[in-house]
Each structure stands twice: as structure tokens, then as C-alpha cells.
């Protein structure tokens, strides 16, 4: 039996923004799937700071309603992470689409509340086995022209998705999950694959998609929010979970 039949922990959040170090979660869903046996989580949060007007177009959520019906961010937090250490240390696999973000994102929040990393609180304090099919998809199919957008990658390996669904956590999650599968029967090698080698083979994908890209990038004059090769959890999130780092002592992000 593959990975796929078994157990799958899908995993996403809407922001504050793009900032993986210094925006705030405001909503987030872990839906747990096994065959047809579906349980869902969901979360809206109170970020504690205002939600600018262009991140409320995109997932729906206004300072306002953040504040009258969100939870405070450290109860969230903390269920969220357990939820996803309890999965990550039974062996199931996180499914993230673009993981990098939203557990970059994760790590840092932890981290500003005085919560313990999630990789801490792992047995082998390393964040694994995560699934990510953008990764995935640059890796199988990278010469493919186009965007890369979830609703573009459900489009082209034919997942079902309304896509005024999606920017809410819980369908993106879904959309996620159905995406994996999708992309295992066109890719039929992923099937076959150990969830330790495919969660290898991603962070050597990713690694040189983000050199490749950064040198482009660099070419056209950008220096600035350069791609980080280090994946699922980006660098500077890494650090946070090192002796010295935020979790000694739990003081937290000074932001």
C-alpha cells in the first residue's frame, strides 16, 4: 500500500500579508484525511494588528471581524502546532501548497507568542515528511510554461475547485489534498516513492529552483525577498528552533 491510501494531514493559512517573518495568521484549517474519512479544524484568529484592505479582498476577512469573533493567536497556535507535530511524528505526511510559506509563517508566530517551535516539539525536531505539489510540479514538469497558482495547477491536472472557494484556509486545504493525488496518477513514480525520499527529493527540487530563480532575479536588478533554498522551513524560521534561539528561554520575536 502507498502513502497515498493512507493517512494525509493538509495544512494551510490566509495572512496578514506576505511577510513570513513579520505578517500574522488570521485564519488557518488542518483537515485530516483518510480515504473518505475526512475531519476538519479551522481557526480564525485575532492577529493583534490591523488587517490591511488588500489582504481582506483576498480571503474575506476584516480587522473587525477578526477582533469581535477571533480567537487570541497563542490558543490558536498552539492547537495548530500539536495538531501537526501529533501527525509529522505518527509519520503522516503535511500537505502544504507552497509548505515553505505557511510553515516559515507557523515557526515564526510560535516564536513571537513564546510558544516551542514546531520542529522542537517533533521527536527528530526536524520538520518531516511534507508534501508541497508546487514543489512537486516544478520538479515533474519543469519546463512547462505558465503560472504555477493553485487554481492554475487544479485546472491543468483537472481537480474540481470553485475558484471563488479558494483563499478560504479549509477549501484550499481540500483543493490541496485532491491536487496531490492528481498529480500521483499523472506522475505515477510518486506512488512508489518513500515519503522520506519524496520529502528529500522536494528539498533538493526546491533548493535549486530558488538558485536558479535568485540568480535570474539578481540578473534583472532585484535584490530584495530573494527565494530561500531551504525548504519546508525557510532559514531564518530554522534558527528560531536553535540553542540560542527563540525557545531557550521563550521570550519570543521582539515584533
Known amino acids: 500500500m502507498s502513502w497515498l491510501d493512507e493517512t494525509m494531514v493538509g495544512f494551510d493559512t490566509e495572512t496578514t500579508g506576505v511577510s513570513t517573518a513579520t505578517d500574522r495568521i488570521v485564519t488557518a484549517a488542518v483537515i485530516t484525511r483518510r480515504g473518505d474519512e475526512v475531519t476538519t479544524?479551522?481557526?480564525?484568529?485575532?492577529?493583534?494588528?490591523?488587517?490591511?484592505?488588500?489582504?481582506?479582498?483576498?480571503?474575506?476577512?476584516?480587522t473587525e471581524k477578526a477582533r469581535a469573533e477571533g480567537v487570541q493567536p497563542p490558543e490558536a497556535l498552539e492547537e495548530i502546532a500539536s495538531l501537526l507535530a501529533e501527525a509529522l511524528d505518527a509519520g503522516f505526511p503535511v500537505v502544504a501548497f507552497n509548505a515553505q510559506f505557511d510553515l516559515t509563517l507557523l515557526e515564526h508566530e510560535l516564536a513571537r507568542h513564546g510558544l516551542?517551535?514546531?520542529?522542537?516539539?517533533?521527536?527528530?525536531?526536524?520538520?518531516?515528511?511534507?508534501?508541497d505539489p508546487l514543489v512537486l510540479d516544478r520538479?515533474?514538469?519543469q519546463y512547462r510554461k505558465g503560472k504555477r497558482k493553485l487554481i492554475d495547477l487544479c485546472t491543468l491536472y483537472a481537480v474540481k475547485v470553485d475558484a471563488d472557494d479558494l483563499h478560504a484556509a479549509d477549501a484550499d486545504v481540500l483543493a490541496t489534498l485532491d491536487l496531490v493525488q492528481a498529480l500521483a496518477s499523472a506522475h505515477p513514480t510518486m506512488r512508489e516513492t518513500s515519503?522520506?525520499?519524496l520529502h528529500d527529493l522536494q528539498a533538493a527540487a526546491h533548493h535549486d529552483?530558488?538558485?536558479?530563480?535568485?540568480?535570474?532575479?539578481?540578473?534583472?536588478g532585484t535584490t530584495d525577498d530573494l527565494p530561500d533554498p531551504i525548504w519546508p522551513v525557510a532559514a531564518p524560521a530554522l534558527a528560531?528552533?536553535?540553542?540560542?534561539?527563540?525557545?531557550?528561554?521563550?521570550?519570543?520575536?521582539?515584533?
Not at 481557526?43 to 494588528?49: N, Q, R, S
Not at 488587517?51 to 476577512?61: E, F, L, N, Y
Not at 517533533?122 to 520538520?127: G, K
Not at 528560531?240 to 515584533?255: C, K, N, V
Open 195 to 197: 515519503l522520506d525520499s
Open 240 to 255: 528560531l528552533a536553535s540553542p540560542g534561539g527563540a525557545d531557550e528561554g521563550g521570550a519570543g520575536l521582539l515584533f
Open 139 to 141: 520538479k515533474l514538469d
Open 41 to 62: 479544524r479551522t481557526w480564525l484568529i485575532d492577529p493583534g494588528v490591523d488587517i490591511p484592505a488588500s489582504a481582506s479582498a483576498v480571503h474575506g476577512i476584516s
Open 116 to 131: 516551542p517551535s514546531l520542529a522542537s516539539r517533533l521527536d527528530r525536531e526536524e520538520v518531516r515528511p511534507v508534501i
Open 209 to 220: 529552483w530558488a538558485v536558479r530563480f535568485g540568480a535570474w532575479l539578481k540578473s534583472k
